[in-house]
């Protein structure tokens, strides 16, 4: 089976939220994404509303359903409700996306940056896990490379993990891209074995994204945001800059 993308579209969010309003449109931005070929769409709200608000998440739910496509949740199932933000749960019972994705994130945290110890949060995860399950969602856990307890989140109930590739990415960038490669394998390969299905994500690009699969063969999906955004703002300038002149000249 091919790999699937997932179109994280949190940093088209900040960008709006720099200045207010609703420019630019997370919708319309996740709309192009799909209708380029993307399989589906991920978004992680925050307590703390830093990019997608919950009323994003409502109006990416009902894109996606009128486009036949994946949605994606991540979130820490830990985060209390707060002003704005009803929950990671409520909102995933409120609109039963396909995926949920549990990410053990912190408000001081910039962007995710570990996965779950299932020695210390296993207990709390197993409840949460089978809520999302009544909903209808599937469950995915956010892991580190070399989880020695990685079959534990098949006991909770999970259906997939979803590898944390942050190092990996830095280590591409270093040169040193072996230095990650066997880890990532390996746990993936203890991950299938366990009934598990295997996703990717964090700082994947056009760079590193090939030699990744290559080591990791059988990865269900990727969720990409940060980098094929800032992709897209180098890659969409020539157009951009032709409309204007066309205008320009039109009014010449």
């Known amino acids: 089976m091919t790999c699937r993308l997932s179109v994280n579209v949190n940093k088209i969010a900040v960008l709006r939220n720099s200045r207010g309003g609703q420019d630019p449109d997370v919708v319309a931005a996740a709309a192009a994404c799909l209708d380029a070929g993307a399989h589906g769409i ?5 307590p703390d509303r830093r990019h997608i608000h919950a009323e994003d998440v409502r109006a990416l739910a009902r894109l996606t359903a009128q486009h036949g496509a994946e949605f994606n949740i991540e979130g820490n199932p830990f985060a209390p409700p707060r002003a704005g933000y009803p ?4 909102l995933c019972s409120e609109l039963g996306p396909t995926q949920v994705t549990l990410v053990p994130d912190g408000d001081g945290q910039l962007t995710s940056d570990h996965g779950f110890d299932f020695g210390r949060d296993g207990e709390r995860l197993l409840p949460l896990i089978a809520e999302l399950k009544v909903a209808g969602c599937r469950v995915s856990l956010f892991v580190d490379a070399g989880n020695p307890l990685i ?3 098949a006991d909770l109930g999970a259906d997939r993990i979803e590898l944390y590739t942050g190092p990996y990415a830095a280590a591409f960038a270093a040169g040193q891209a072996q230095r990650e490669l066997p880890r990532l394998a390996e746990t993936a390969r203890r991950a299938r074995d366990a009934g598990l299905a295997v996703n990717a994500g964090h700082d994947l690009s056009q760079l590193n994204l090939a030699a990744f699969l290559d080591a990791i063969p059988g990865v269900q999906e990727v969720s990409i945001g940060h980098a094929l955004i800032g ?3 180098y890659a969409g300038l020539t157009a951009t800059v032709g409309s204007y002149l066309r205008i320009l000249a039109a009014h010449g």
Do not use: D, M
Request: no cysteine; aromatic share 0%; glycine share 6%.
């Open 42 to 46: 991920t978004v992680h709200p925050r």
């Open 87 to 90: 929950g990671l749960l409520p």
């Open 151 to 153: 079959e534990r989140a």
């Open 231 to 233: 992709e897209a703002l």
